[in-house]
């Protein structure tokens, strides 16, 4: 009997028990999509950090007071130093021959309101840079000026929710508004965006640096972002960074610099590890569509004893009946396989469809690892029957013992 004689046997065994076959490829398909699927939302959360870090630009270094030592732990958000980053220190680290934009940050929340509206905003405290720093535009009148970026000016720049809920559809610009009884004239409105590293861009406000600082009472920098000329200049802006703030702050090196690369580095590991690990945990469901195949297939052989023993009675060997159950496995498998694999990409295609902002992607290796473990568990499950069967006394068989 050769293999085309087995696979034809084979696929009309199949044909014979409809609901069987149908059951069992259900299981199939279902630890297939479910690997898929899983998989898909890690790989939209890697791509969707990716997407939030290029959002700020290639070559961007952000500065942070406050030294981390490297002895463990999570990667410094405030820092640990009680000495402060001025906006001194942010001009002489401006003059580096790397250093593209520089933009200083105070960072704070105020109470802005509007006649009788008022709510709680993040307010940031910035230069003119800040917008090519962050890649934001102006949706309606001006950024900061330029006059501004060294004295304290009563304008600033509010986010589109933050304007509709305090003017509605009435015009903004060239009104007063209050942040924290301090009164600004409203003279830009940031374009619609969304949320960019944990900060949504509609419900925050900005205004000039100085008036960030007597808004705040505080001198203290929040962060100080960079933008580099060229790629590769990293390493050396860093310690010329270092070396001028130690020059400025009697010898400390009291600061921590992250690096858009760094950083996208990191995430990236950490992701590409937890989508794996997803998708180990769906594969247990392979496992279990393996003991159904096992059970399923003893219960099989028990009732097609007849058969098997008229296949060795008429010359059939061990090998060939083995043979012959292996393969209605691999076949039962591989449609189940092909199922799930149009049933999960359909499923990540309509959702990427009615949730555009996450980006839900398959990644390449999951079709092939969920297909491959998928053919290995049949195989390995269907191989204690299929060994059963090809024992099984042709004499005895025929008389359904």
Known sequence: ??????????????????????????????????????????????????????????????????????????????????????????????????????????AGTTLVSYQSKSREVITLGSTQAIFPVRKLTIGQGKALPKSSDNFSSPVCVLGAKIKQELFGNNVAIGEWVRFSGQRFRVIGILAERGESMGLDLREMAIIPIRSAESLFNSPSLFRILLELNQTGSEIYTEEKIRQIIAKRHDGEDDISILSQNALMSSFSNILTLVTASIGAIAAIS????????????????????????????????????????????????????????????????????????????????????????????????????????????????????
Do not use: C
């Not at 028990?17 to 259900?26: D, I």
């Not at 002489?92 to 940050?105: E, N």
């Not at 009946?321 to 292996?326: E, H, K, N, S």
């Not at 396989?337 to 049933?343: D, Q």
């Open 1 to 106: 009997m050769n293999w085309l004689d087995s696979s034809s046997y084979s696929w009309q065994a199949l044909a014979r028990h409809k609901v069987r076959t149908l059951l069992l490829l259900l299981a199939v398909a279902i630890g297939v999509a479910s690997v898929l699927i899983l998989t898909s939302l890690g790989e939209g959360a890697k791509r969707f950090i990716e997407q939030e870090f290029n959002a700020l630009g290639n070559q961007v270094l952000i500065i942070l007071p406050g030294k981390k030592e490297t002895t463990g732990g999570s990667v410094p958000i405030y820092g640990t130093s009680p000495r402060d980053l001025t906006i001194e220190d942010a001009n002489a680290i401006a003059k580096i021959s790397t250093v593209k934009i520089m933009a200083p940050i105070i």
């Open 286 to 401: 392979l496992v279990v569509a393996g003991f159904l195949i096992m059970n399923v297939s003893y219960v099989s052989v028990s009732r097609r004893r007849e058969e098997i023993g008229l296949l060795k009675a008429i010359g059939a060997t061990a090998k060939e009946v083995r043979q012959l159950f292996l393969i209605e496995s691999f076949m039962l498998v591989s449609l189940g396989v092909i199922a799930g694999t149009v049933f999960g990409y359909g499923v990540v295609t309509l959702a990427s469809y009615f949730w555009p902002d996450f980006p839900l992607a398959i990644p390449w290796w999951s079709p092939i690892a969920s297909s491959s473990v998928a053919l290995a568990i049949g195989l390995l499950f269907s191989w204690l029957p299929a060994s059963y069967a090809a024992r099984q006394d042709p004499v005895l068989a025929l008389r359904g013992y």
